[in-house]
């Protein structure tokens, strides 16, 4: 059991890592090759934070556990809002000026309203994993669109993206880094997977509560570091925006990895219990943001925190369902 805990731990300290040098180095050498930093900025370091997940959610929907894919998608949409952005509007409430983050919120109410009605019948099948990935790559062209809009008008969250591109960094580099992420990711997603499943076992936790719990949280933990870097920097609409694409990413592109790889029927709860609370701190988010103050203050980040903890608090007491 010690055993599991401690490759636990270094499986996600190199889930995070490698992903982090995975996105530098692609990000860099697409600078290198001069691609447009706008475009860098909506593909690469959006989907970075969201690395993590879909490496995870392909190594569990190939050992045949579709439950934990899922659970760790919901679980970590959860996590994000809840957990992560909860703490960081305490640490430093939150303004929101951009309006790349006022459109991408009722996109991403949209994106959640869509898993709730590819899991009504507990099954996520090949054609429902296509469909998500095939939006995922619409939802990147649609929102290309608005930050080039947005950027012409000068909206902060372009500027913010951008000014986060590495630079100075040579293409032997880039690509060493890259090289690295690629070989490291999968490797480290493995020993998590496995050293979860040992530990659900030994507690008798369910395949979809460790996607929701101990596999969620770990793989948020990108989200929150870029949460609070960005809040150092000033920078409150990328803090959001990191968070809500990361949501609408995990949807669509994460979730659709499973039901591409291991088509299967899921446990009821994900859709009758996790769904829901899913679908609750999405609405939280969108009635904070887009409120007339526009910023998530210190208060509303308690309230996101005191869910957060009152969902995993039913979870562990309920740990086998």
Same mark, same amino acid.
């Given at each position: 059991?010690?055993?599991?805990?401690?490759?636990?731990?270094?499986?996600?300290?190199?889930?995070?890592?490698?992903?982090?040098?995975?996105?530098?180095?692609?990000?860099?050498?697409?600078?290198?090759?001069?691609?447009?930093?706008?475009?860098?900025?909506?593909?690469?370091?959006?989907?970075?934070?969201?690395? &993590?997940? %879909? $490496? +995870?959610?392909?190594?569990? /929907?190939?050992?045949?556990?579709? =439950?934990?894919?899922? @659970?760790?998608?919901? !679980?970590?949409?959860?996590?994000?809002?809840?957990?992560?952005?909860?703490?960081?509007?305490?640490?430093?409430?939150?303004?929101?000026?951009?309006?790349?983050?006022?459109?991408?919120? &009722?996109? %991403? $109410? +949209?994106?959640?309203?869509? /898993?709730?009605?590819?899991?009504? =019948?507990?099954?996520? @099948?090949?054609?429902? !994993?296509?469909?998500?990935?095939?939006?995922?790559?619409?939802?990147?062209?649609?929102?290309?669109?608005?930050?080039?809009?947005?950027?012409?008008?000068?909206?902060?969250?372009?500027?913010?993206?951008?000014?986060?591109?590495?630079?100075?960094?040579?293409?032997?580099?880039?690509?060493?880094?890259?090289?690295?992420?690629?070989?490291?990711?999968?490797?480290?997603?493995?020993?998590?997977?496995?050293?979860?499943?040992?530990?659900?076992?030994?507690?008798?936790?369910?395949?979809?509560?460790?996607?929701?719990?101990?596999?969620?949280?770990?793989?948020?933990?990108?989200?929150?570091?870029?949460?609070?870097?960005?809040?150092?920097?000033?920078?409150?609409?990328?803090?959001?925006?990191?968070?809500?694409?990361?949501?609408?990413?995990?949807?669509?592109?994460?979730?659709?990895?499973?039901?591409?790889?291991?088509?299967?029927?899921?446990?009821?709860?994900?859709?009758?219990?996790?769904?829901?609370?899913?679908?609750?701190?999405?609405?939280?988010?969108?009635?904070?943001?887009?409120?007339?103050?526009?910023?998530?203050?210190?208060?509303?980040?308690?309230?996101?925190?005191?869910?957060?903890?009152?969902?995993?608090?039913?979870?562990?007491?309920?740990?086998?369902?």
């Amino acid at each position: 059991m010690l055993e599991a805990i401690v490759l636990l731990s270094i499986g996600l300290a190199l889930l995070v890592w490698s992903a982090d040098r995975l996105v530098f180095g692609a990000a860099a050498l697409a600078k290198n090759l001069g691609v447009a930093p706008l475009v860098i900025g909506m593909t690469i370091l959006a989907m970075g934070s969201s690395a &993590p997940e %879909m $490496m +995870v959610s392909a190594t569990a /929907a190939l050992d045949g556990k579709t =439950d934990t894919a899922v @659970g760790n998608v919901l !679980g970590s949409n959860i996590a994000n809002i809840a957990l992560i952005l909860g703490l960081t509007a305490l640490l430093k409430p939150l303004a929101i000026s951009s309006g790349i983050i006022r459109r991408e919120l &009722p996109l %991403m $109410m +949209v994106v959640t309203l869509l /898993a709730g009605a590819l899991l009504w =019948d507990n099954h996520l @099948g090949f054609i429902e !994993g296509v469909l998500l990935v095939i939006l995922f790559v619409i939802f990147l062209l649609v929102m290309l669109k608005i930050s080039r809009n947005a950027k012409a008008s000068g909206d902060p969250l372009a500027k913010e993206q951008e000014s986060e591109i590495p630079d100075g960094v040579s293409n032997k580099a880039a690509l060493v880094w890259v090289v690295i992420g690629l070989v490291l990711l999968p490797y480290a997603a493995s020993m998590l997977v496995d050293s979860a499943v040992t530990i659900a076992k030994y507690f008798g936790m369910s395949d979809l509560v460790i996607g929701l719990t101990i596999i969620a949280i770990g793989t948020s933990l990108p989200e929150l570091a870029a949460s609070i870097a960005s809040i150092h920097k000033g920078e409150d609409d990328m803090a959001v925006g990191n968070i809500i694409g990361s949501n609408v990413f995990n949807i669509l592109a994460v979730m659709g990895i499973p039901g591409l790889l291991n088509p299967s029927v899921l446990s009821p709860l994900a859709m009758g219990r996790d769904y829901y609370v899913m679908l609750g701190v999405s609405i939280l988010l969108v009635l904070m943001a887009l409120g007339k103050r526009r910023r998530i203050n210190r208060v509303e980040g308690a309230v996101l925190i005191c869910c957060f903890v009152a969902y995993q608090g039913y979870l562990f007491y309920n740990l086998a369902a």
